[in-house]
């Protein structure tokens, strides 16, 4: 009974000292970690599908086939059966997937970056500088996402960088304030408050040494942003914003499916909805794993 | 305190003004504006023009701005170009359906995220609590709308045992009279928020397992039950309440969603078919309303943190 | 341990019992009755759906810019009889009928002058006459109010009129800026006319003297001004006694802010007794989607609805309800925008093989089948083909551009185009009846970009169809798909070169592109320079056809225009989807789907099991 409520947290004194063992542990950490490894093997299974997959089971996703059109599961060839277009639906899912995975990963990365760099900057000079770019993620944040979405769905003309740019734009705001806070602690570390001292530029300190510091927290923040960017691409087809057709992501194949939600059509909404879902919980799993082998409390 | 609270304020205040100027712009960026949208293709030259003229559009764009301050300081927030009613009155009536739709669904979620969370903690590292932080994941990565649609499948097609559809009554008390109605969107909309906080909760919870006076609780031979209703649930409950706070832009996302999939009439439906609508009055009100609601949350939000938590009041 | 595990447990439990205990069975119940035979029954309320976003929003018959929605109009004519209206008698549309205060219009002065005469002994609801001076009231308004009219256009109606003469109580007579064809005249300029209870409205503000008012410009902006503020609170529309004053078969009992709408019968009423209401209410339910309204109708929520097209798979389900499935065919031509002032693609626009080989390789039966599951009708010309109508000739009916990929590729072959790399180029350029046309240089690619509305799967797909049957032809299509307002504010009209003018091709039908009034004239899609011609199109023969429609004295003018524009191609002809695929109970009976989309719930009525009638 006792055991349960006695603290084990792994790598909780080593996560301070940068050691060279430290990525040793970190790997040891990680890898122990059932749901991360799950994660990696998952995710591994899906670039594998949209990747490889149309090499073993090549299909036509460009010209349509009315004739074929909603044929279901288990029809010849059609494992899946086929779209309302006659495409066949084993085929678009992987052209689908990557693009969703495209988009995420670039959207992430983005908004990763871009955040980072803004936190880093906003917590590294602090005083009015900090203030003036908090008010403004505060403001950002304070619109929901969802609202913001909807807004652009219905204005822009949507392409990959048009959407890649839209989710970044949404997703930066995270990254900015955890790093922010990351750069606020680090400044007054003695190392970059010697740095200054000795008259060392504010870039050189941000890139030089907030940055890396901080970067447990900024991979580990990177996947959360890919998964949550995959997720984004799919409410975005769902809001009618996806790229424009023959192209599709798993967000609009899900989105063009619920059309035939009362047709009986499963095979149209659940394999897309269930990609959406498997892979941003692979990308979840690894970035839980990763956090609590970098041991950085990411989601407070 | 008072200072604090002066400060925050002011933060608050800035941070409106900055809402209302981005919604404004990025409303103002539709090439053409909304004429074309509110006369559609039988409108004329004349009449677009005409329409242009009247509600400012000709103007420059910080002209315009300041014309929408100014009237706004007046308690004006214009009309809506589709739905032939004062914005005013379209929140009204809408914002305490969605405050409804919001708080039954947190309640609900925080009835399901508390135990399971504590549960996790508890057994972390066990096989459960794999099974349950992967469930939660599962949960987290499900879109609203795949959610919802699920939920509508399972429970008023396959099994029709709830309607598909919101209650459409006019006052809150004809909405709770149809509690059916309510129950396929409230549980889509707590099962999206659930996946959050049973995360938050199990290491908000493991974090007070390594806290100083637990570990005295513990030496001094307190029940387990005792420690962790006394110590370790009290004090994973606090950081939980603000976390309502800052999770408020996204729970009114989530009743975005929800509401236009179950035709729920509340903020998010107006605000919807006001995209769809290009009725940039009703866009601007609601923006302004759910940012105003946000800030005023996290304001809340870190009072109640001053207030409850012990430690930032003897800071403080 | 185990008493927290056990509280984390009942917990959840407690949240799932919460769920499962509230739980009933919300299926809607059968209605056992087929759909004919029966015996007609009074009263009695009939809920009809409203299609996906249209709100009702404006009550007064004089629509504002941006308040003209059909439902909108609708349910004012239910109020307000109309003077003149797009009425179904036997099946056929005409513009006079026992629903209509206006009888049949008389040209004389070699169509230069109109004499209406009005029905006598129709009252309005307070017992006052209604007389030629609510029609003249109704002219004066919106002569002086025209920029706020959301039907004016320039010269038209109010402008082509140049004396509004009163000739007694019942009649007035229109002196015209010159000939028009009576046809035209009467169905497209005419059923805007309204008589407005002068007596009640005619005051310049709220409590003010009833008078002339509206006899000088001046008083007429403020009445007019006083009408409208009243109408901009929808609100109050319930309760507001201005709106109070009706002469229609029915009165307002509510409209709700959601745009709700009940109407139960005027007790006053005094027109025709075959005008005469059945039933006791009839409600008009807004919904958002089309989703949430399918809902509501398999839940048995409204007795007169209708199915997204993709559910037309399934509609023996409902017809093993108790109910009927009925395409409600809309009075519309659907079709996708050329701009001939393109700066890449206009040169090819303008020639008449392109567009031909182009319109071959839509397969609008395979759309029509598939993609919208039957709920949609092919567009041939100009004037719509179903419901059949004197506007239309038997050469109309006919599929001059049927589906072959081989005949638009033999018509691009034979003017000097070459398939290369999958994509058309041309090979012969100069403008030879063999070569490729004025304009287009050697080696130019058929390459276009299309700007679709999007938000629809059955846009969506027709639209990567259409891709895909062009590019079999060496036609490279790009779809960019836009909201609809943006596809609207970026295809307007242009000049070859400037900026704007960068478009192709343009799509806003997933509707319908354009609702005719009764005569589908088409002067503001066609002709050279007209408001709505968003694509230049610009034809000097067309542009005589239309004024001959416009002005000459009889139909063979509308069947020469028809025809011609259905083989010139001015805009690429596209399904036109149904209006709605309506889903009606199969004892509500008495319900004509008029295409012009206006409603006439005074015929509706229930039956009850019984003897056949």
Redesign the interface.
């Known amino acids: 009974m006792t055991t349960a409520v006695t603290p084990q947290i792994p790598g909780h004194e080593e996560a301070a000292q940068a050691t060279p063992s430290l990525a040793r542990r970190t790997l040891r950490v990680f890898t122990g970690n059932k749901l991360a490894l799950s994660g990696v093997v998952l995710l591994v299974l899906l670039l594998a599908f949209c990747y490889l997959g149309p090499l073993v089971h090549p299909t036509e996703q460009v010209l349509t086939n009315l004739s074929q059109a909603n044929l279901a599961p288990g029809t010849a060839g059609h494992l899946l059966g086929t779209t309302d277009l006659g495409y066949d639906m084993v085929g678009r899912l992987m052209v689908a997937g990557r693009t969703s995975l495209e988009i995420g990963l670039a959207a992430g990365l983005l908004a990763t970056l871009f955040g980072t760099v803004y936190g880093a900057v906003a917590g590294y000079f602090g005083g009015w500088v900090d203030a003036a770019m908090m008010r403004i993620t505060d403001a950002a944040l304070a619109i929901p996402a969802m609202f913001l979405l909807v807004v652009v769905a219905a204005i822009i003309t949507p392409s990959k960088g048009v959407l890649i740019l839209i989710i970044a734009g949404v997703a930066w705001l995270s990254p900015a304030r955890l790093v922010r806070g990351e750069a606020l602690s680090l400044r007054n570390r003695e190392y970059v408050q010697a740095m200054r001292m000795m008259g060392g530029g504010g870039a050189r300190a941000v890139f030089k040494h907030i940055v890396p510091n901080a970067i447990g927290t900024v991979i580990v923040n990177c996947t959360f942003q890919i998964a949550d960017a995959i997720l984004y691409v799919s409410y975005l087809a769902f809001l009618g914003l996806s790229i424009p057709p023959p192209s599709a992501d798993w967000g609009s194949m899900l989105s063009a499916g619920i059309t035939y939600t009362q047709n009986g059509y499963w095979w149209l909404i659940f394999p897309p909805g269930i990609a959406i879902v498997l892979v941003v919980a692979a990308f979840n799993f690894i970035g839980d794993g990763l956090r609590d082998a970098f041991e950085v409390r990411l989601r407070k | 305190m008072t200072g604090f609270l002066v400060k925050r304020f002011l933060q608050a205040l800035v941070v409106l003004f900055l809402v209302s100027i981005i919604v404004f712009t990025l409303l103002h960026l539709l090439p053409g504006g909304p004429a074309r949208a509110i006369l559609g293709p039988k409108g004329t030259p004349q009449q677009i023009e005409h329409f242009n003229h009247q509600q400012g559009y000709d103007r420059s764009l910080p002209t315009q701005y300041f014309m929408y301050l100014k009237r706004l300081f007046t308690g004006d927030l214009g009309d809506s170009y589709k739905l032939n009613s004062p914005v005013f009155e379209l929140l009204k009536q809408r914002l305490p359906k969605t405050l409804l739709l919001t708080v039954l669904s947190t309640v609900l979620a925080v009835v399901i995220a508390v135990p399971l969370g504590l549960l996790q903690a508890v057994r972390r590292g066990k096989a459960s609590d794999y099974a349950l932080t992967g469930l939660a994941f599962l949960l987290y990565a499900t879109p609203v709308f795949f959610l919802g649609l699920i939920m509508i499948i399972l429970f008023a097609q396959v099994l029709p045992i709830f309607p598909a559809e919101a209650p459409q009554g006019e006052t809150i008390g004809q909405l709770l009279g149809d509690f059916t109605g309510l129950i396929l969107p409230v549980v889509t909309m707590a099962f999206g928020i659930v996946a959050m906080f049973s995360r938050y909760m199990r290491s908000a919870v493991l974090d007070n397992l390594t806290e100083e006076y637990v570990r005295t609780a513990m030496a001094k031979g307190q029940s387990n039950r005792r420690i962790m209703v006394k110590h370790v649930l009290r004090n994973a409950l606090i950081p939980l309440a603000t976390l309502l706070g800052l999770y408020l832009p996204t729970l009114f996302s989530g009743a975005l969603v929800v509401e236009s999939m179950f035709n729920y009439p509340g903020m998010g439906l107006l605000f919807w078919n006001a995209a769809q609508g290009s009725d940039f009055p009703v866009l601007l009100g609601v923006t302004l309303v759910v940012g105003i609601a946000t800030v005023l949350g996290s304001l809340l939000t870190d009072i109640l943190y001053a207030v409850l938590d012990p430690r930032i009041r003897s800071v403080a | 341990?185990r008493?927290?595990?056990s509280?984390?447990?009942a917990?959840?439990a407690?949240?799932a019992t919460?769920?499962a205990l509230?739980?009933?069975?919300?299926?809607g119940g059968r209605i056992a009755m087929g759909p004919t035979g029966g015996t007609p029954v009074e009263g009695g309320t009939a809920t009809m759906a409203l299609p996906p976003?249209a709100?009702p929003?404006?009550i007064f018959p004089i629509g504002a810019?941006?308040?003209?929605g059909s439902y909108n109009y609708g349910i004012q004519t239910l109020l307000y009889m109309p003077v003149y209206d797009a009425v179904q008698e036997k099946g056929e549309l005409t513009t006079t009928g026992p629903s209509t205060l206006g009888l049949k219009p008389a040209y004389a002065d070699g169509n230069t002058t109109v004499t209406v005469p009005l029905r006598q002994g129709v009252t309005w609801s307070d017992g006052t006459q209604v007389t030629a001076r609510d029609l003249e009231f109704w002219f004066n308004l919106v002569k002086a109010n025209k920029?706020?009219w959301?039907n004016?256009?320039?010269g038209t109606m109010p402008d082509n009129v140049k004396k509004f003469e009163v000739v007694d109580d019942h009649t007035v007579r229109l002196h015209l800026d010159r000939a028009y064809n009576p046809d035209w005249f009467t169905a497209n300029q005419l059923t805007l006319m309204r008589a407005l209870p002068q007596h009640a409205w005619d005051a310049t503000r709220d409590g003010g003297r009833i008078g002339d008012h509206d006899r000088t410009t001046k008083g007429a902006k403020a009445v007019f001004a006083r009408l409208t503020q009243h109408?901009?609170?929808?609100?109050s529309y319930g309760s507001d006694p201005l709106w109070k004053t009706v002469n229609g078969p029915w009165k307002l009992a509510g409209w709700?802010?959601?745009?709700q709408v009940t109407i139960v019968p005027n007790e006053k009423y005094t027109g025709p007794k075959s005008e005469r209401p059945h039933l006791d209410k009839v409600v008009f339910k807004p919904?958002?989607?089309s989703?949430?309204e399918?809902?509501?109708l398999?839940?048995g929520?409204v007795d007169y609805g209708y199915?997204?097209p993709?559910?037309m798979?399934?509609k023996e389900k409902f017809e093993g309800k108790g109910y009927r499935v009925d395409p409600w065919e809309g009075w519309a031509a659907t079709y996708i925008v050329y701009n001939f002032n393109s700066t890449h693609a206009g040169p090819a626009m303008n020639q008449l093989y392109v567009r031909q080989a182009m319109q071959h390789l839509v397969?609008q039966n395979?759309?029509t089948?598939?993609?919208w599951q039957g709920s949609a009708t092919a567009t041939l010309g100009p004037v719509p083909v179903t419901p059949k109508s004197q506007y239309l000739s038997k050469e109309m009916e006919h599929n001059q551009y049927p589906f072959s990929v081989a005949k638009a590729t033999s018509l691009l072959a034979e003017h000097g185009w070459k398939t290369v790399d999958g994509v058309a180029r041309c090979m012969r350029p100069g403008s030879g009846d063999d070569e490729c046309g004025k304009g287009i240089g050697k080696n130019d690619p058929l390459e276009l970009t299309l700007l679709s509305q999007?938000?629809s799967?059955e846009t969506?797909?027709m639209?990567?169809?259409l891709?895909?049957?062009l590019?079999?032809a060496g036609i490279d299509l790009?779809?960019?798909?836009?909201?609809?307002?943006?596809v609207?504010?970026?295809s307007?009209p242009c000049k070859a070169k400037d900026s704007g003018c960068d478009w192709d091709m343009s799509f806003?039908g997933t509707a319908g592109?354009?609702y005719y009034p009764l005569n589908p004239s088409g002067e503001?899609l066609f002709s050279t320079g007209a408001?709505?011609n968003?694509g230049n199109y610009s034809d000097k023969k067309a542009d005589r056809l239309i004024r001959a429609v416009q002005y000459a004295p009889d139909m063979t003018a509308v069947h020469e225009y028809g025809e011609y524009l259905a083989e010139q191609l001015p805009v690429m002809w596209m399904p036109n989807p149904a209006y709605q695929v309506s889903v009606i109970r199969n004892d509500l009976r008495g319900i004509e789907q008029n295409p012009t989309v206006t409603f006439a719930p005074q015929h509706w009525y229930y039956v009850k099991k019984g003897a056949t009638k």
């Not at chain 3, 810019?65 to 003209?68: A, W």
């Not at chain 3, 109408?231 to 609100?235: E, Q, V």
């Not at chain 3, 790009?478 to 943006?486: G, H």
């Open positions: 341990m008493s927290l595990r509280t984390a447990s917990a959840l407690l949240a919460l769920v509230t739980g009933c069975t919300h299926e976003a709100t929003n404006w810019p941006g308040y003209g920029a706020d959301g004016y256009s320039v109408a901009k609170s929808l609100g709700r802010d959601t745009g919904f958002t989607t989703d949430s399918y809902n509501v398999r839940a929520g199915i997204p993709s559910v798979a399934q397969d395979a759309m089948k598939v993609i999007s938000g799967t969506t797909n639209m990567q169809e891709k895909s049957s590019s079999k790009t779809v960019r798909q836009q909201p609809l307002n943006s609207l504010g970026n307007v806003f592109s354009w503001q408001s709505a968003f």
